[in-house]
């Protein structure tokens, strides 16, 4: 019967049952339909049977996890989250610096990128400094384009701020071994 068929290959979907309806009203209608019901139970028990079931099939087929691509598809992640990391990290700073206006705030960002910020406000206007080590704690060189990026995250969080390239420092001088950024935003 096509009505078996179906219900059949819809059981066989995870988290699926079939339960007779003992309570259907019409008992004598000739349509299978009426008296059963599929239903999915999405709970944690049936996910986790589904998982048990799977790993035999992955075994056979030599896909268990973590395959040759997942390492590779997570080694290029791994930069992604770094990334996400220090920059939230730098947006931390950043949020202390304009809690606190006119006081120099330094960080090891993940205890291994010097950076320091200085927010000064002034004629209605905010002054953001950010800089940046080429170095890095241990001396070794801090690559130009995760600078750029951080930079760059800076100007997505500030959109209405103007960012140019600087040499100078609103309190003293840049260190040889800093990249610095100054933006100005209306403090609207």
């Known amino acids: 019967c096509h009505v078996h068929e179906r219900l059949e290959e819809l059981a066989s979907h995870p988290g699926t049952t079939i339960t007779d309806d003992i309570h259907a009203r019409d008992h004598e209608s000739t349509n299978e339909f009426s008296r059963l019901h599929v239903s999915r139970r999405r709970t944690q028990d049936s996910r986790i049977t589904h998982a048990y ?3 035999p099939r992955l075994h056979t087929r030599g896909e268990l996890l973590p395959s040759e691509d997942d390492r590779r598809r997570d080694d290029s ?5 770094y990334l996400k990391k220090l920059a939230a990290q730098l947006f931390s700073t950043l949020l202390e610096a304009r809690l606190n206006p006119g006081t120099e705030i330094r960080r090891n960002l993940d205890e ?3 950076c320091r910020l200085i927010v000064t406000n002034s004629e209605g206007c905010e002054e953001i400094w950010c800089a940046l080590g080429i170095r ?3 001396g070794r060189e801090n690559r130009p384009k995760l600078r750029d990026m951080l930079f760059a995250g800076l100007t997505q969080l500030l959109p209405n701020a ?9 309190s003293g001088s840049v260190d040889w071994f800093e990249s610095v950024r100054s933006g100005i935003k209306s403090s609207d």
């Open 53 to 55: 079931l799977q790993f």
């Open 77 to 81: 992640e791994k930069v992604i989250r």
């Open 112 to 114: 291994w990128l010097p």
């Open 136 to 138: 890095v704690t241990d």
């Open 162 to 170: 103007e960012f140019e390239i600087r040499s100078d420092w609103p």
